[in-house]
C-alpha cells in the first residue's frame, strides 16, 4: 500500500478577489480570498477561498512551512523512533539526530480530491490542474484570469488588486505547459504532463505537440524514469492521436526530434580527421559460459587472515562475479566491492573508519536538519531538493516488505539519506533516479551510516549520469552504439533504418543500471557482479549488448518499426533472466577479448589492456590489494613505460569511442 504523501503549499497569494456581480456595476461586493496551489501525492490542485472562510490556524500552518511537508519532533521515550538495525555504540553521541522521527502536519484546505466547487461556499473552489483545459487573461484595472474546466465548467473570474498573476502563472507552469491559443491571443492553452506527474508515458504524450520532446529536453530524467514505465499500449494513440491527421509527423521526423534530445549523439560514417577507420571484423564464435554458485558465508571468510585482511582479491572477486553473493554475505562484502572499507585493512582499522565515517554522516546530516524555517524559505535549491526527494521517496520500491505501509522506517532512512547526499555533494544535490540506486543499498545494508558511505561510493561511478549537462549519458550511448555495431552491425543498421540508431530507448538502462528492469533480487546480483570490475571495464555496456542480443531476432523477423522497437523493449521490464543476461554477457566480452584487431577505441572504453596490466600487478601481491598506493604507483609506472615504447592506443584515442567508422 502506497504511502499519503503530505500536501505541500507551492504558492499561495492573499489579496485575490472575486466580483460577486458579473457585470461592471459599482454596487457589486468584492470578495477577497487567497489561491493556492497545492502539491499533493503528485498531483497539482489549485484552490481560491474567501478569507471569511479560513481558518488562521491552517493559514498559519501553511505559512510557517510552506517549504516542508513535514515537522521533525524527537521521538519520545516510550515509543522511540530507531533505524532497522539498532546504530552500534559509538553512535549514542548521535542520537539526538538519528532519533528522529516525522510528523505529518495536517491541511484542512486542499486535501480534497477533484471537486470542482467547495459547497460551504460557493465562491470557494478548488480543481486539479490535469482538469484545466485553459485560462482566459484579461489586464484592464488589474489582471483578471478566467478558469475553464475539460467539462465546460467555466469558474469565477479572479482579480489580482494587488498584483500576483504573473508568479501564479510562473508556478502553475511546474505542472503543467501553458501556450497561447492561435485562435484567441488572450487565452492560455493548458497541456498537462500527466495527471500523476511523470507517472505515465501514455499521458506524457497526450499532447499533439510533442510534449514529450520538450519535456525530454527540460528534465530527461524524470520523463525516461516516469515515462517509459507504463508504455504498453501507447504509441499509436498517441503519436497519432484519432481525429488528428493534419497533425502527424512522419516516424523519421519523430525520430530526429528525439535525437536531437541529447546534442553530440550523432555518429559520423564518414571518413574524416580524427576518426579511426577499420574494416569489419571476424569475431568468431563465441563461448558457452557457466554461472556457478553464489559465494557463501564459510567461502567468504576462508579469505580473511586473523587481523581481517582479505586474501587474493582478484580470486575473491572472480568469484563473486561468476556465482555473485549469497544474501548474508552481502552486507559486509558490499562495503569491499564499493570502498567504502579498503580490501587490505584490519578489523581494528575498520572500527576506527567506521566511527569516523559516523561522526563525519552525522555532523552532515546536522547541517539540514538544524536550518530554521526562515533559512529555507531563502535558499530555493535546497527547498527543491527536499520537494524532490519527498516525492520520489514515497514511490521507491513500495512493493517491497523493507517499504512498504505507512510512515515506515526505511522510507525514512531513504529520506535522510538522499538529504545528507545533498550537504555531501550540493552542487549535485538531488536529481531523481538516485532513490532508485539507494534502496537497494540500504536494504542490504540495514544501516544509516553504511548506506550512505556505500551510497555515496555508488555515485562516484554514477555521478556523470545525473549532471546537468548528461555528459556520462552522452559518453556509454556512443559507446554502446559503437559496441553494438562492432558485435553485429546488420542488427545495428536495421535500427537505424527504423530510425533507432541512437538506442535512446536505453536511457533508463543505463541510467539506473537496470534497476527498473529487474526484480529486486535480481538487481542485487547484477550490481555485485559489475562492482567486481571484471571481466572488463563497462561491462554493464555488454549487458546492454547481451539484452538487445537476445531480443534482435523477433524485432527483426517481425519487422518492427520505431514504434513497435519502443514498445517491446519496455515491455522487457520484469521479464528478464539474469542468470541467462550474465552468461551472454560474459560471452560476448571473451569473443571480444580474442579478437586479435579491435579498434583501439573499443580497447579503452573497455580497458582491457589496463585490466590485465592490473590483475598481473594484483596476482604478485601478497594479498592482492586494490587500494596499495604502491600497487597503483607500479600501474602508472607501467603503463608510462608501454607508452614509450611504442604501446600507445591508450593515449592515442581521447573520445571514449566516439569516433569509430565500420565499413562492411
Known amino acids: 500500500m502506497a504511502a499519503t504523501t503530505p500536501p505541500k503549499v507551492v504558492f499561495e497569494h492573499e489579496g485575490v478577489f472575486i466580483h460577486s456581480s458579473p457585470d461592471e456595476s459599482e454596487d457589486h461586493d468584492l470578495i477577497s480570498g487567497f489561491l493556492r ?63 528522529i522521527s516525522f510528523r505529518r502536519k495536517a491541511l484542512a484546505h486542499g486535501e480534497g480530491g477533484s471537486n470542482h466547487i467547495n459547497y460551504r461556499n460557493k465562491w470557494a473552489f478548488s480543481f486539479n490542474v490535469y482538469d484545466l483545459r485553459s485560462i482566459t487573461v484579461k489586464c484592464e ?23 500576483g498573476s504573473t508568479a501564479f502563472l510562473d508556478s502553475l507552469r511546474k505542472s503543467v505547459q501553458i501556450s497561447k491559443s492561435p485562435d484567441d491571443e488572450n487565452v492560455l492553452i493548458v497541456n498537462t504532463y500527466s ?3 511523470s507517472l505515465s508515458f501514455e499521458n506524457l504524450l497526450d499532447d499533439t505537440n510533442y510534449g514529450f520532446v520538450q519535456k525530454f529536453k527540460k528534465d530527461p530524467y524524470t520523463t525516461t524514469l516516469g515515462g517509459f514505465s507504463k508504455v504498453t499500449n501507447y504509441i499509436f494513440d498517441a503519436f497519432w492521436a484519432p481525429g488528428l491527421e493534419c497533425h502527424q509527423r512522419p516516424v523519421e521526423e519523430v525520430a530526429d526530434l528525439l535525437g536531437e534530445l541529447i546534442p553530440g549523439l550523432e555518429i559520423n560514417q564518414q571518413e574524416e580527421p580524427g576518426f579511426e577507420v577499420i574494416t569489419r571484423l571476424d569475431l568468431g564464435q563465441r563461448t558457452v559460459v557457466q554461472r556457478t554458485e553464489p559465494v557463501t558465508m564459510k567461502e567468504w571468510a576462508k579469505y580473511q587472515d586473523s587481523e581481517g585482511r582479505t586474501k587474493n582479491v582478484p580470486h575473491i572477486k572472480n568469484l563473486i562475479f561468476k556465482g555473485g553473493l549469497c544474501h548474508v554475505v552481502r552486507k559486509e562484502a558490499w562495503k569491499f566491492l564499493l570502498g567504502y572499507f579498503p580490501w587490505n585493512s584490519t578489523h581494528e582499522e575498520r572500527k576506527l573508519i567506521q566511527k569516523s565515517k559516523t561522526d563525519e554522516y552525522f555532523r552532515m546530516k546536522l547541517q539540514w536538519k538544524s536550518i530554521s524555517v526562515e533559512q529555507e524559505r531563502r535558499n530555493s535549491r535546497l527547498r527543491d531538493y527536499r520537494s524532490l526527494i519527498e516525492k520520489d521517496v514515497n514511490r521507491t520500491d513500495r512493493n517491497n516488505k523493507f517499504y512498504e505501509g505507512l510512515d515506515n ?80 552491425l546488420a542488427f545495428w543498421n536495421y535500427l537505424e533504418a527504423q530510425d533507432s540508431g541512437y538506442l535512446y530507448f536505453c536511457f533508463r538502462w543505463l541510467l539506473i543500471r537496470f534497476k527498473r528492469e529487474l526484480h529486486f533480487q535480481d538487481v542485487l546480483r547484477l550490481w555485485e557482479v559489475m562492482w567486481t570490475g571484471q571481466p572488463c571495464q563497462n561491462f554493464h555496456l555488454l549487458v546492454c549488448c547481451a539484452m538487445l542480443d537476445s531480443e534482435k531476432q523477433k524485432i527483426m523477423d517481425r519487422k518492427y518499426g520505431f514504434n513497435e522497437i519502443l514498445k517491446h523493449i519496455n515491455e522487457l521490464s520484469m521479464k528478464l533472466d539474469i542468470e541467462e543476461i550474465l552468461c551472454k554477457s560474459e560471452s560476448i566480452c571473451i569473443q571480444i577479448k580474442n579478437c586479435k584487431d579491435l579498434p583501439h577505441s573499443v580497447i579503452e572504453f573497455l580497458g582491457l589492456n589496463t585490466v590485465t596490466e592490473t590483475s598481473a600487478l594484483l596476482e604478485t601481491s601478497e594479498y592482492g590489494i586494490l587500494e596499495s598506493p604502491q600497487t597503483s604507483s607500479r600501474s602508472t609506472h607501467r603503463q608510462d613505460h608501454l607508452a614509450s615504447n611504442g604501446h600507445s592506443h591508450l593515449k592515442e584515442t581521447t573520445h571514449y569511442g566516439c569516433k569509430v567508422a565500420l565499413i562492411s
Not at 145 to 159: E, N, S, Y
Not at 410 to 434: A, E, K, N, R, S
Not at 437 to 448: G, K, Q
Open 141 to 163: 484595472e488589474w489582471p483578471c484570469l478566467v478558469f475553464r474546466l475539460k467539462d465546460g465548467t467555466a469558474l469565477p473570474a479572479i482579480h489580482f488588486h494587488q498584483g
Open 195 to 197: 495527471k500523476a506527474f
Open 37 to 99: 496551489i497545492i502539491d499533493k501525492d503528485g498531483e497539482s490542485l489549485v484552490e481560491y477561498k474567501p478569507l471569511e472562510d479560513a481558518d488562521p490556524s491552517n493559514m498559519l500552518c501553511a505559512c510557517k512551512d510552506s517549504s516542508s511537508v513535514v515537522e521533525w519532533t524527537k521521538s519520545s521515550e516510550d515509543n522511540p523512533h530507531r533505524p532497522v538495525d539498532h546504530q552500534l555504540s559509538y553512535e549514542t553521541e548521535w542520537d539526538v539526530i538519528s532519533a
Open 409 to 488: 522506517p526505511g522510507l525514512m532512512l531513504l529520506h535522510d539519506i538522499l538529504m545528507t547526499y545533498c550537504m555531501y555533494d550540493f552542487d549535485l544535490g538531488y536529481v531523481q533516479g538516485m532513490s532508485d540506486l539507494l534502496s537497494p543499498i540500504l536494504f542490504v545494508m540495514e544501516n544509516e551510516v553504511d548506506a550512505f558511505w556505500c551510497f555515496v561510493s555508488f555515485m562516484d561511478e554514477m555521478h556523470e549520469n545525473f549532471e546537468e549537462q548528461m555528459q556520462g549519458m552522452k559518453t556509454q550511448l556512443i559507446q554502446l552504439s559503437t559496441l553494438l555495431r562492432l558485435l553485429d
